[in-house]
């Protein structure tokens, strides 16, 4: 989907970003994380020209964007912000279907498309509409950002720190939707965050910038079991590295035969999750069920045995 060959932003003899290559595949998601400076928005906004490239090149679909005019390209590519970006003076309805009507598409087509969007964040298009940003929660502000970023049908969706704005609840509730969308439309999306959690949660592929530098490029567990230089292992957290690496495993994967007493857990659950039920409940196995069906239990020896794999 996408090709970033040794791209460089500078800034009056500074480089914001530094020789960057990275390719990025169709169908994922890539979670873009640093500290603040380190270039990761710099980056993402070159790939639509928001900002132009001081060298190097991005190619989508093997098109360079510099061959396609910036306000054609951004048509075709979704763009969420942190704090969403609304037109306070537009109903949710006008501002999901801006670009849309920019592309020409008839009154009835974007009418099927808002309504189509708002089912799938959960907001049920009689009663969100016709509403104005100001009558709704930071939250439902957030998800008509993202659903008017994905209005036109983009292969590609750029958001940066799109959730940086939300409480930790809403938060998660907003990733888990993004998660579910993306999945079911197969979208190719590129996300910058500074929360590394969020890049662990999301991320197909996670790229670490630093100093204007991709440090690593890798899969979360890659990332987290194997970071490249100190940094990452600052980004990750020494301490809290078998944790994340937990979250990243289902309890499939060491489901064993045997019933234990207690609240069962899904399959797809993490291993994280069945930590914490063992430990919050004091219990040294979970039993887990697939489709509600009992299919064994995860043992809290088990669990310890993949931490120290990965410690």
Known sequence: MIEIDEITKTYDAVKAVDT??????????????????????????MINRLEEQTSGDVRINGTSTLSVKPHILRRRIGYAIQGHGLF???????????????????????????DELLELFSMEPAQFRDRYPAELSGG??????????????PDLMLMDEPFGALDPIIRTRAQEDLRRIQQRLGSTIMLVTHDMEEAIRLGDFVAVMDGGKLVQHGTPTEIIARPATEFVADMVGDVERPLRLLSLIPVSD????????????????????????????????????RDGKPVGQVTLAAIRARAEAHA
Do not use: F, Y
């Open 20 to 45: 960057v290559s990275m390719t990025v595949e169709t169908g994922t998601i890539t979670v873009i994380v640093g500290t603040s400076g380190s270039g990761k928005t710099t980056l993402l906004r």
């Open 88 to 114: 306070p003076h537009h109903t949710v309805a006008r501002n999901i279907g801006a670009v849309p009507e920019l592309l020409n598409w008839s009154r009835e087509k974007i009418r099927a498309r808002v």
């Open 140 to 153: 439902q502000q957030q998800r008509v950002g993202v659903a008017r970023a994905l209005a036109s049908r």
């Open 254 to 289: 060491v489901v064993e035969s045997g019933s234990a007493e207690g609240a069962a857990l899904d399959a797809g659950a993490s291993l994280r999750d069945a930590l914490s039920a063992c430990l919050w409940t004091g219990r040294t196995a979970v039993p887990v069920t």
